[in-house]
């Protein structure tokens, strides 16, 4: 993306990169829950049942009420369930429940114009309300472009006018993978084309003089997601608005991959202070999506109490330090060196972890970190998601270990070994400045941003065998290692960093284990994906004392994947279900996640529509995508090759499809 003809100040996407601030917005009225300005962000999920089905939508919306929902969306693809809408409303004002209802709109101006006299809230794509999408280039001159502008105006503003004389709030939701043909052609696939697909719209409300809007950048790639969102705000205070954030990574998938993907993209908005309501997308039943937005959000209300107390030092501005060599808008990952030839450079981040604390007299402990004992053959099987370090701190094993897996001993421990082939040390900053005896090839010490400004971060003897494992103990830990990054930049130093994290053990009888653990996927994914997707880290450190190895080892290649940074696995972006679905989605996804896991490196698109189809799915190498009831449309890339064929031969075909291609491989006989 070419950002030189964005007129914005570099940077200016948040209140503060150095310490917790929310971007305080205006405030819209939806029913009695207002968002934005100074109101909590709030929390809203989708139905999945079919419109029509009255009574299923309503006790479906109970139960996400209860689950914690502020708002219920529904969609409405035709005037019928628009109508429909108001039944539903009736019979939950009737049982007790008042939450807002908002309408879903694809395609159906129609539609959108009836459920704005009933709903409090309506929700267009601008990619389809009155556009199309055929994957179409178009050269426009300015002159045409405008046309198409005045032909959308007419279409929109009759919704435009319905919505302020009832009232009715209006989110503006740009999807990546839906923006028509008239944005691609002008503007590309960029996020640059998803701000002003949405700026478009919002311009023709103001010009009506209508003003209750939220707006939304979705993504199922949450690299683009941040970077689009950062880019809106900017315009938006360019152009004198600030409109409520609606926060989504949209095809987020389900269970770990899921929540992971998701909180590394609402996450890295939130750590900057935006973001007005969350909307998690799992392929789960909705009100399981309700618990992991609280999580999420409750962490920026202890934030927000502790911010005060606790702030990342800066001397340079209120709005903090940020290098002109940094693009927020842009991935350009940090130039390093490769230390050792295993770390940093061109390499894929490496992943750390802690078994100090484990039983070194057993290989098999080792399982979980991604190597398999083989106690018959006395040999390692790696697993996709095998570890790269292990430290071991003070801790020497009895078995000998993998010859690709390198160990970390504490520096006096590490001084001590007879052998250090794969063995290498980890200083404080104070030893290794000191009278050293230091490894010849790989020397990793530990620092906090705060030692960067330390005389003895200026005595450092600076060779391409130094890695920084840099640890933070601050409330707001992420823009604190985020600082540590800028002045790394400012001070040329190439470096390469791990990014360690510590998550302390809770009481079991304040969560439980499944608790926990889910609280340490959104964490981690939030501090160290809000890194990684800006291009910053050369390696992840997750330290959780009381969470299994597997699980830690799962979580760090998980963040990864999800940062497009290493890829270890098959990745599935699958749509979280709604009314239009025409087939199970869980069940489905679980079908072919069943068969297909061990495409490392494949994406596979999951669809219960046509409207979640091909331009959702845009990033993904094959779909899946529901047609009509019990058929199915499978593409390779954004073209359809077999249209309409029956379900149950449904994924027989997709693996057809894939082995033509030669990106098919036989599981491994377990």
Not at 568 to 585: A, H, N, V, W
């Amino acid at each position: 993306m070419d950002t030189s003809t964005i007129k914005i100040f570099p940077g200016r996407y948040c209140n503060s990169l150095t310490e917790y601030s929310r971007f305080v917005t205006r405030e819209v009225a939806i029913g009695d829950v207002p968002m934005g300005g100074n109101n909590p962000i709030r929390i809203q999920s989708m139905t999945t049942t079919d419109t029509m089905d009255t009574i299923g939508t309503v006790e479906q919306s109970i139960r996400m009420i209860e689950a914690g929902c502020e708002y219920v969306r529904i969609t409405a693809p035709s005037i019928k369930e628009a109508q429909n809408l108001a039944e539903i409303k009736k019979q939950l004002r009737r049982r007790g429940y008042t939450a807002p209802l908002v309408a879903d709109i694809h395609f159906t101006p129609n539609a959108a114009e009836v459920a704005a006299r009933i709903v409090e809230k309506v929700r267009v794509n601008p990619g389809n309300y009155a556009d199309k999408k055929k994957f179409d280039q178009i050269d426009y001159t300015d002159l045409e472009y405008q046309g198409e502008l005045d032909r959308i105006y007419q279409k929109f503003a009759p919704l435009v006018k319905i919505c302020k004389e009832y009232g009715t709030a209006m989110r503006i939701g740009t999807n990546h993978g839906s923006l028509s043909d008239r944005i691609m052609s002008r503007y590309g696939d960029t996020p640059q084309g998803m701000v002003e697909s949405a700026m478009e719209f919002m311009r023709m409300c103001e010009a009506l003089n209508y003003y209750n809007l939220v707006v939304s950048m979705k993504s199922s790639n949450p690299q683009v997601m941040v970077q689009a969102y950062r880019l809106l705000v900017e315009t938006m205070v360019a152009e004198g608005m600030n409109y409520p954030l609606h926060l989504g990574v949209t095809e987020a998938g389900d269970g770990e991959d899921g929540r992971i993907k998701s909180a590394v993209g609402i996450g890295t908005l939130l750590e900057d202070g935006l973001g007005d309501t969350v909307r998690v997308s799992l392929t789960e039943e909705p009100e399981a999506e309700a618990p992991v937005a609280i999580a999420l959000v409750n962490r920026y209300a202890e934030r927000k109490a502790g911010s005060e107390k606790q702030k990342v030092k800066n001397k340079r501005s209120a709005f903090g330090f940020q290098p002109s060599a940094h693009n927020p808008y842009e991935y350009k990952k940090r130039q390093t060196y490769e230390a050792n030839a295993f770390i940093g450079g061109q390499m894929v981040p490496r992943v750390v972890i802690d078994l100090s604390a484990a039983n070194l007299k057993d290989p098999a402990v080792l399982n979980d970190a991604g190597y398999l004992y083989l106690p018959l053959l006395d040999k390692y099987n790696m697993a996709d998601q095998s570890v790269d370090f292990v430290y071991l701190g003070d801790t020497l094993p009895s078995f000998n270990f993998p010859a690709n897996l390198k160990q970390l001993y504490n520096y006096a421990t590490w001084q001590k070994l007879a052998n250090k082939i794969n063995c290498h040390p980890l200083f404080t900053l104070q030893e290794y400045v000191g009278d050293a005896d230091r490894s010849s090839t790989l020397n990793l010490v530990k620092i906090k941003p705060a030692d960067i400004d330390l005389d003895a971060f200026g005595l450092l003897p600076l060779d391409q065998s130094l890695v920084f494992v840099l640890e933070t103990d601050s409330l707001h830990g992420m823009a604190d290692q985020r600082s540590f990054f800028f002045k790394m930049e400012e001070l040329e130093l190439d470096v390469p960093v791990v990014i360690k994290r510590t998550y302390a053990s809770q009481e079991p009888r304040i969560k439980n284990q499944e608790e926990l653990i889910q609280d340490l996927q959104l964490y981690a994914s939030t501090d160290l994906g809000a890194l990684l997707v800006d291009g910053f880290g050369d390696g992840i450190w997750i330290d959780a004392p009381g969470i299994e190895t597997k699980v830690i080892t799962s979580t760090a290649f998980g963040i990864l994947q999800a940062t497009r940074s290493r890829i270890s696995k098959t990745e599935y972006i699958s749509c979280p279900s709604c009314g239009r679905t025409l087939f199970d989605l869980m069940e489905t996804t679980q079908f072919i996640r069943s068969r297909t896991s061990h495409l490392k490196g494949l994406k596979i698109g999951i669809m219960g529509c046509i409207v979640n189809g091909p331009g959702e799915m845009a990033d993904a190498d094959y779909g899946y995508v529901g047609s009509g009831p019990g058929k199915v449309t499978l593409y390779r890339g954004k073209e359809a090759v077999k249209k309409n064929i029956a379900s149950a031969n449904a994924l027989d075909e997709l693996i057809g499809i894939i082995s033509e291609d030669g990106n098919w491989i036989e599981p491994a006989v377990v």
